[in-house]
């Protein structure tokens, strides 16, 4: 599995930004680290697997994103930690998981679905 992953870094001109983890043909991050933020680790959470599909493919039809796109999407959006939290409580996601949010002093795990 370890030749599927890839490490990006993300940059705005000359200035780093931040940088993640995603898995090879897959657009997003699954693990991400923004300096002297916060960092993100997703992990899977498994539901019924017929049901979950069907939910799945469902709610992808009204505006659900991915989490791996989600991710992304909070590097480049969010400043600071506690946007990061706000964001990752509220938006909507397709599939249920665990998320592992930590700032500089502060940290909080997330189940989500």
């Excluded at 017929?50 to 480049?76: C, E, P």
Aim: charged share 25%; with cysteine.
């Amino acid at each position: 599995m370890r030749e599927c992953l890839y490490e990006s870094q993300y940059f705005k001109g000359e200035e780093y930004l931040f940088s993640g983890i995603g898995f090879a043909g897959f657009h997003g991050l699954y693990t991400s680290f923004k300096p002297s933020q916060f960092s993100i680790s997703y992990n899977v959470r498994s539901l019924d697997s017929k049901r979950g599909f069907l939910k799945n493919l469902l709610v992808a039809f009204d505006g659900y994103k991915k989490w791996s796109n989600l991710i992304l999407d909070v590097n480049l959006k969010c400043k600071t930690y506690d946007e990061a939290k706000e964001f990752l409580l509220n938006t909507k996601a397709v599939n249920p998981c665990y998320l592992s949010l930590c700032g500089i002093t502060e940290g909080i795990k997330i189940v989500r679905g």
